[in-house]
């Protein structure tokens, strides 16, 4: 019963950020998503769809779909460039490696900055250190 009591708790702040950042979202390319354990995820809000299943979040794009647990988000936020929420989670200054989503190596960048340009329209995980971040490059 607690738990179900945490899962509408995070299902009507969910809703109620959506909808009270729904006015000024027109202005913003990106929404991006934080887990609990300080991952962050961004996704276009091209054709964005946000769908509430249980106790998932399942977002789709025109890059495709992924699914979140609602107890694991920690916070949403929309950003212009995709990459603000990336900032705070890895030193944009460090060297990062970048991985496919199915896991291969992509390749080793200088920088954040490096890869985001270097890299082709596609969803990928940036790694430096222990922090780690999915991105989705158009």
Known sequence: LKADLLTMKRLLLLFFICYAMAAHASSYNYL???????TTTAFSVNNLT??????ELQITNANGTIQLTLTALKSMQFSTDGTTALENVLNADAPVQVFSISGSSIGIYTSLLDAAQNLNAGTYVITNGSASQTIIVK
């Open 32 to 38: 991006v998503f934080t887990n609990t354990a300080g």
């Open 50 to 55: 946000l769908t509430v299943n249980g106790t």
